[in-house]
């Protein structure tokens, strides 16, 4: 088993992106990283005011510029979305699960981003057969883009699966990022390499990050 699951996309040279698995050692992460305090919401915040704050900052996304920036954030079912400029100027990562990503975190982050031409990679999440949630999940997607709706089905208990990949896809893809790679790893379907909190809530988290060099 590889101790990383490195990302599979046209980054540019000096990009280097990935993310853990259950083997993963501590060592193999970036020595500078540090982490955001995560609270499902739709903030962004930048790796040197990270840098800066004697604490880790409230936020679920980050955006870098410099040589040296660490953008990383902790997911175990929600989906890790890291972005860079096809140019190799610029960095971000958001945490995205659902209640993020309907309040607008992808949007928010690009928009936070100077470079106009992105590449996005989505990283090991919960696949739509195994994520169930109810009406008011679905609500929130629609009320925004009533295209939303063809990416949840109807189960046999009146509620819905949805496909978080696909809803960010289409976030994505309506600020005209349409580079998307990844997204084809299911958390909850893999326990040995990929943490799942729907699977078992006393788990870890997995660690998608992105530098430049």
Not at 64 to 70: A, E, H, I, K, R
Not at 88 to 113: C, D, F
């Amino acid at each position: 088993m590889r101790a990383l699951l490195e990302a599979d996309w046209p980054a540019p040279p000096g990009v280097v992106a990935a993310t853990t698995t259950v083997a993963t050692p501590a060592g193999a992460l970036p020595r500078d990283i540090r982490y955001l305090e995560q609270v499902h919401g739709a903030t962004v915040t930048t790796a040197a005011a990270l840098r800066a704050a004697p604490g880790p900052l409230q936020a679920d996304a980050i955006t870098g510029v410099q040589p040296g920036d660490v953008c990383a954030v902790r997911t175990a079912d929600c989906l890790p979305v890291l972005l860079c400029a096809v140019d190799g100027s610029e960095i971000a990562a958001a945490h995205a699960g659902w209640r993020g990503l309907a309040a607008g975190v992808l949007e928010n982050t690009v928009a936070a981003m100077q470079a106009t031409e992105l590449l996005a990679w989505i990283g090991p999440a919960i696949s739509q057969p195994n994520f169930e949630v109810g009406d008011e999940v679905r609500d929130a997607f629609v009320a925004v883009d009533a295209g939303a709706g063809q990416h949840f089905l109807p189960n046999a208990r009146g509620r819905w699966q949805a496909d978080l990949v696909a809803l960010a896809r289409q976030r994505l893809g309506a600020v005209g990022i349409n580079a998307v790679f990844g997204g084809k790893w299911c958390t909850y379907g893999d326990p040995a390499r990929f943490y799942s909190y729907r699977r078992d809530p006393g788990c870890g988290r997995l660690v998608s990050f992105i530098l430049l060099k």
